[in-house]
């Protein structure tokens, strides 16, 4: 019998390499805004909620909201179209339902900006639950998402791992008492992810397929 009986995966570098979009759409935002995105680290916003990210150079509420709006305008018309599942998700997803795991999702991206992605991307079927952010404050943390999550009463009693690849998807694992797994070929570095001690690191989705299926 597998370690873990349910599994909530991060989505932006942990399923789909998302870096296209949410970085031409950051730069789109950021020109808008008055801003030279050539002056900007945009990687450091792959994976973390867009206020935060917003909020390290606007302030105002105001800005950070009109910011939001422009991000998510040019995502929905592009942004969403510009990426692609990592190497080896749709076998790692299959090989996870096969064996009886109950799939979720925990993105900072809202549950009605993940939901068509993942349909286009062909996984939607994969998972008994999609679980993203609020469109507003609500739910905007990676923290309040797994929480969202765990509410589910499926999940009751069940053994839950968090995977991801930034240090939010560890910390909001660690703020709600589970367990997480790191993966090394998304956004994130070992530096990075190290520090909250994740259950393994994975180098590719075979190797976390192999993890997550390996017996307790």
Known sequence: MPRYDAILFDVDGTLIHSRPG???TFAY???RMGLDPA???LSRYLGPPLRWSF???FGTDAE???AVDLYRDRY???GMHECSLFPGVKELLARLKEAGLFLATATSKPRDVVLPILEEQGILP?????GGASMDKSVDTKTAVIRQDLADPRLAGRRILMVGDRRDDMQGAADCGLPAAAVLYGYGSRAELEPWRPVCFAPDTAALADF???EA
Do not use: G, P, S
């Open 29 to 31: 935002a950021f020109r």
């Open 39 to 41: 002056d900007i680290d």
């Open 126 to 130: 994969c998972f008994d639950l999609v």
């Open 76 to 78: 929905a018309r592009e």
């Open 212 to 214: 997550l299926l390996a």
């Open 22 to 24: 949410i970085e031409n």
């Open 64 to 66: 950070v909201e009109r």
């Open 55 to 57: 909020a390290q150079h």
